[in-house]
């Protein structure tokens, strides 16, 4: 019953957020239009059907995907599988699950796919579906070991950011220009429904169960991570792939060249 409640009041809540957007879109178009708003019909059913979507999607990250997030945290903080030998606790563990959780949700991320689709296709089949969304998903899975690594540790976050971003920077003069755009928005893209909650929960899970760490200084943080490192990734893909091109066309170019020399007599 409670659970019942809880949802009915999510489901409430959703439609209040939602409402002023409504209202503007409404407003727009009667004062500054000034046209009849189109199938007035479908457009109220898919009004509908957004909110309790949205609404199901929060109950769910309630139930089930940040208490998931927090429960693996936990287990994987636990003394009988950190141990404590001569160096310390040992958090190989957490940092494989880290990089694990962070490929398999970027894999799964279904705004990283409708971009991949869209890329490939203006593209012409230059950059492949495939082979965006494994760069991206390696760029995150690296992101998200290397930020659990910081909450472990205690170290500043804005460290690694500052870093990341002037790696971010030097690449961006020496990569394609026309990747450059993508490789920007595939951080945006990457941290979406799926990535954001488990990566959160990850966090604050991770902070709450090491101690000395405070879930508001160390537990945030960690999308950032997700979001810089595909940036990263992408970016090296496209030099890594301009650069076996132009490998493979100056040994054409050679070989045609020594196919027109004339032979020795």
Request: proline share 5%; aromatic share 8%; net charge neutral.
């Amino acid at each position: 019953m409670a659970v019942i409640l809880d949802g009915l009041k999510t489901i409430l809540g959703t439609a209040t957020d939602v409402l002023p957007i409504v209202l503007f879109i409404l407003g727009f178009q009667v004062f500054v239009i000034r046209r009849p708003l189109p199938n007035v019909r479908q457009l109220a059913a898919g009004l509908v059907i957004v909110t309790l979507g949205l609404a199901l999607f929060l109950i769910g990250l309630e139930q089930t995907l940040f208490p998931l997030g927090r429960l693996m945290a936990e287990q994987l903080t636990h003394p009988e599988l950190l141990g404590n030998g001569d160096q310390g606790p040992n958090y190989i563990w957490i940092y494989l699950f880290a990089v694990a959780i962070g490929f398999s949700t970027t894999i799964a991320e279904p705004a990283l796919l409708a971009v991949a689709i869209k890329a490939n296709e203006t593209s012409g089949g230059t950059i492949g579906v495939w082979g965006l969304r494994v760069a991206v998903a390696i760029g995150a899975a690296i992101g998200v070991g290397l930020g659990c690594y910081r909450i472990v540790t205690g170290t500043p976050l804005h460290y690694y950011i500052i870093a990341g971003y002037l790696v971010v920077v030097l690449q961006t003069i020496w990569s394609p220009k026309l990747i450059i755009p993508l490789a920007y928005d595939s951080g945006g893209v990457t941290t979406s429904t799926v990535t954001v909650p488990l990566v959160t929960a990850l966090g604050l899970g991770l902070a709450e169960a090491i101690p000395g760490r405070s879930t508001l200084l160390d537990g945030f943080g960690l999308v950032a991570f997700a979001c810089l490192f595909p940036i990263i990734s992408v970016l090296a893909y496209a030099q890594i792939t301009q650069a076996i091109t132009s490998k493979k066309a100056a040994r054409l170019e050679g070989e045609a060249r020594a196919q027109d020399l004339p032979e020795e007599v």
